[in-house]
């Protein structure tokens, strides 16, 4: 199973883009990226996934390279609420239609006002 | 609203006593997932069921024990027989079939030894 890299830290200004890149260079051709943020002391908050097209939804977006080795996430407005640690993730699959999430380390966004 | 509800939120361990942890989902999920998750760490898989009276080991199945009697729920039972139970512990759920769906977790049980 692909194993993913992220950066320990990043800040970014209130109202500005926060870009969090995630590289996953051994990922497979079926494997899917899922985003996942966790505010200190609650459950993991699924934001977006994606296979190889680039995904939007109402919190972020999803930006796949071509090769499909890194991927980046955007949130295009970040406030303080988004303060959080956030996973990449190359899921492992556990067999008919099932998975386990393998969290790393993550990435700790720190907004700033 | 539909979600997962885990509870107690926060719970004490005494030495040699065997707690259980609730999670109850209303999403009409058929898998369910218990995970553990240690301070600066990543989550670690448990236990998962796929479908009800149903279950799998996961990485560290080691001092727990599941069961799966309804759909909605899926409880974790903590032995004695683990001996580093300080933890937050995590349940999540997805539809079964749907291979690409996201897991939703719960908002965790932080279990202290007393």
């Known amino acids: ?113 | 609203d539909g979600g997962i509800t885990q509870s107690p939120k926060y719970l004490f361990r005494k030495e040699g006593q065997n707690v259980t942890l609730s999670c109850e989902q209303n999403l009409n999920h058929d898998a369910m997932y218990w995970y553990r998750q240690d301070p600066g760490q990543g989550l670690r898989l448990i236990y998962y069921s796929q479908i009800v009276n149903d279950f799998q080991k996961g990485d560290i199945a080691e001092g727990y024990s599941v069961s799966r009697e309804k759909k909605e729920s899926f409880p974790l039972t903590v032995t004695s027989a683990q001996k580093n139970p300080t933890a937050f512990y995590l349940c999540a759920s997805k539809p079964r079939w749907l291979g690409n769906q996201p897991q939703h977790f719960g908002d965790g049980t932080r279990l202290s030894i007393l």
């Open chain 1, 1 to 113: 199973d692909a194993k993913t890299t992220q950066p320990p830290s990043m800040d970014c200004a209130e109202g500005r883009a926060a870009n969090l890149p995630c590289n996953h260079s051994t990922i497979s051709g079926n494997e899917y990226v899922y985003w996942y943020r966790q505010i200190h002391s609650q459950g993991p908050q699924y934001i977006i996934h994606g296979l190889k097209n680039n995904e939007t939804n109402e919190m972020a977006s999803l930006i796949i390279t071509e090769d499909r080795k890194s991927s980046t996430l955007i949130l295009p407005h970040a406030t303080l609420r988004d303060t959080a640690v956030y996973y990449c993730i190359v899921r492992a699959s556990l067999g008919a239609g099932s998975y386990q999430l393998t969290f790393g380390k993550g990435t700790k966004l720190s907004v700033i006002p």
